[in-house]
């Protein structure tokens, strides 16, 4: 089950609230129904699906909201049936056009906005959401790379809806639109974000593992780069140690340590005796002597400007 379906399936079995399920409804038919004129039996009203808990969460609301005279279908065969993709069909046989006039749905009109009167609240909001994420949403699992949350919808005003209601005052959950491939997607990238909108919409659970995985990668990730930090800043060293003690074998060959300064002396030969200590194991080595990496640093510093003043006489 991916992530996408575990959300889903949570949404579905959430109790009908009477007082936002035709906000649900909305959203549901605006994104998903099809209106079907004229059958054996009259005007037919169906949702259309390919997951399973979305089709079970619009049989539940409709036959609590209208005890609606309810058919159900699943088409199997094709492609649909090789990709486990079979498409789940809730059919009205007899009240499509009350329920459309109750809805406030012109099956024949371009407009798709749901009316004020479904979303004049944060609970109606909420439910508008939850089903519009049923209908056409999904979300990558937490351990992904990338979070990514989208709904998606053909017509511009209802994604321009959701995407109003995504970034009110109650929410401010910061979503974009984008357009893919003849339709338009509201989406979330941060993973903060996703989690706000898991628990808007009530999947309380799957807010719960997102968040853990989401804490669990988090730190997996800070681990690596510290473990990366870790080990260019070794590498760095390692490659400065090696360059200090080939400055100070050339000094040795040139014959030019015993004309150093004592204090820079010292250093010098520390390093060739102890080529790949680090300035702050050379600081300790140094007996009678309170001296810093700092202070060793600075030492180094002269005696690597000693070489090069030597190699560009040499030049």
């Not at 949570?10 to 909305?26: A, R």
């Not at 609240?121 to 049923?134: D, G, H, T």
């Amino acid at each position: 089950m991916t992530f996408t379906q575990q959300v889903k399936k949570e949404l579905s079995i959430l109790p009908i609230n009477v007082k936002t399920s035709k906000s649900e409804l909305s959203a549901i038919f605006r994104l998903n129904g099809i209106y079907h004129l004229g059958t054996a039996v009259g005007n037919t009203l169906e949702v259309q699906t390919q997951n399973p808990a979305s089709a079970r969460r619009t049989y539940q609301l409709l036959s609590q909201t209208y005890e609606a005279d309810i058919q159900t279908n699943i088409e199997r065969g094709g492609s649909a049936k090789i990709f486990g993709l079979h498409r789940y069909g809730v059919i009205t046989m007899k009240q499509a056009d009350q329920i459309l006039a109750d809805i406030q749905l012109d099956p024949f009109s371009s407009d798709r906005r749901v009316p004020e009167v479904f979303l004049n609240s944060q609970a109606k909001q909420q439910a508008f959401l939850r089903s519009a994420f049923l209908s056409t949403g999904s979300v990558n699992a937490p351990n992904s790379k990338n979070y990514h949350l989208e709904i998606s919808a053909a017509d511009e005003d209802l994604i321009e809806q959701i995407f109003s209601i995504m970034n009110n005052r109650n929410f401010n959950l910061g979503a974009k639109i984008a357009d893919r491939r003849n339709k338009l997607i509201v989406y979330l990238k941060t993973g903060e974000r996703i989690s706000d909108f898991l628990s808007i919409i009530q999947a309380t659970s799957s807010m719960l593992h997102f968040e853990d995985a989401r804490i669990m990668s988090d730190m997996r990730n800070s681990a690596n780069r510290l473990a990366n930090a870790d080990n260019a800043n070794v590498t760095r060293m390692a490659e400065a140690a090696e360059r200090q003690y080939e400055a100070m074998d050339f000094l040795r060959q040139q014959n030019r340590l015993d004309n150093l300064p004592e204090k820079l002396k010292i250093v010098a030969d520390l390093r060739l005796k102890n080529p790949e200590a680090s300035l702050s194991d050379l600081a300790g080595m140094i007996e009678g002597q309170e001296l810093t990496k700092s202070g060793i640093n600075h030492r180094m510093r002269k005696l690597m400007q000693i070489v090069k003043e030597l190699n560009h006489k040499k030049v």
